[in-house]
């Protein structure tokens, strides 16, 4: 059975940083990409990054170079650090693996940005 569990959320003031990690379980780590998704009250849910095997990296318009996504293959870990942390940026986050036949979420993190 393949587990995702997300950690390092919190309250940070506007203009801090944050790390979320997300340890994956049941799956060969190394074959797929990872990806972060979040979703704010009253939102949908909305694509952040993602990382691919190769160490690819793609990130949605709104991270304006303030959020890198990387994996440790060893720890079976993906990272999301996240600076330069706006009000907006409020939400859960998701970590996501996406697979050839079907896919899997974490339970999410919550990131409150508030002064």
């Known amino acids: 059975q393949v587990q995702l569990v997300e950690s390092g959320g919190g309250l940070v003031q506007p203009g801090g940083s944050l790390r979320l990690s997300c340890v994956v379980s049941?799956?060969?780590?190394t074959l797929w990409s990872m990806e972060w998704y979040r979703q704010a009250p009253g939102k949908q849910r909305e694509?952040?990054?993602?990382?691919?095997?190769?160490?690819?990296?793609n990130y949605a318009d709104f991270v304006e170079g303030r959020f890198t996504i990387s994996r440790d293959n060893a720890k079976k870990t993906v990272y999301l650090r996240m600076n330069s942390l706006k009000p907006e940026d409020t939400a859960v986050y998701y970590c996501h693996q996406r697979r050839a036949s079907d896919d899997s979420w974490g339970q999410g993190t919550q990131v409150t940005v508030s002064s």
């Open positions: 049941g799956t060969i780590f």
């Open positions: 694509f952040v990054a993602a990382i691919a095997p190769s160490s690819i990296t």
